[in-house]
Structures are given as C-alpha cells and as structure tokens.
Nanobody, 128 residues
Framework: QVQLVESGGGLVQAGGSLRLSCAPSGRTFSNYAMGWFRQAPGKEREFVSAIRWRGDYTYYADSVRGRFTISGDGAKNTVYLQMNSLKPEDTAVYYC?????????????????????WGQGTQVTVSS
C-alpha cells in the first residue's frame, strides 16, 4: 500500500502560520485528488481542504476558507496546506489523504470514504 507522510506541524500562537506538507514515502502513484482532514480528541474526523488535480479544483471547509490554502503536485503525490491566521479551534491532528485514480466510486471531497490512502497525522497546536 502507498504510504503518505505529513510534516510541518507544531506549536504556534494564535494568529500565526504553519505550512503542512504531505508526500509518499516510497513510489509515486496515479491519483485523482488529495486532501486534508483533522481530528481533535473526542471529535470525529473533519474535512479541511482538498484539491482535485484535474482542473486544479479546490475545496475548503467554511471554517478555514480565506485562511488556509491548499496546493501541490499531483504527479508527485504531494500536497501542501498553508495555514494562516490560526485559531485555537484549529488545534488537531491533521491527516493527509489521497484518492487513487483507478477508484471507480464517486468522489466527494468532504467524505473520508472517498480517499484510499492516509498518512499517520501531524499535530497542530494553536495557543491563545
């Protein structure tokens, strides 16, 4: 299976910025889209952002739109998440995900089940 690795998490004060990165640890693969989800203790996994490579179509949760920017290179299975104006409510483990291009089921960017591969997560902590 493809292994994704996230990096760039850390501790930052409210109003600060972080840039998360995600890339495969081994071989690259054909993928349709990549995205970011986050999960805080006691909470369910929450959609943050995604990018569909064909057309560079981006998706954002309302809670992060205008503050976060997703970008990357689908051919390299690499995605970034630039996070600005961070708030304490952004504190969570952030997970990178990828949708394989061969998958036949419908794609819904906000649905974790639309993604096939996941990273192990990187902690983002925003202090007030």
């Amino acid at each position: 299976q493809v292994q994704l690795v996230e990096s760039g998490g850390g501790l930052v004060q409210a109003g600060g910025s972080l840039r998360l990165s995600c890339a495969p640890s081994g071989r690259t693969f054909s993928n349709y889209a990549m995205g970011w989800f986050r999960q805080a203790p006691g909470k369910e996994r929450e959609f943050v952002s995604a990018i569909r490579w064909r057309g560079d179509y981006t998706y954002y949760a309302d809670s992060v739109r205008g503050r976060f920017t997703i970008s990357g290179d689908g051919a390299k299975n690499t995605v970034y998440l630039q996070m600005n104006s961070l708030k304490p409510e952004d504190t969570a483990v952030y997970y990178c995900a990828a949708r394989a291009s061969w998958t036949s089921r419908n794609f819904a960017a906000t649905d974790p089940d639309s993604f096939d591969y996941w990273g192990q997560g990187t902690q983002v902590t925003v202090s007030s």
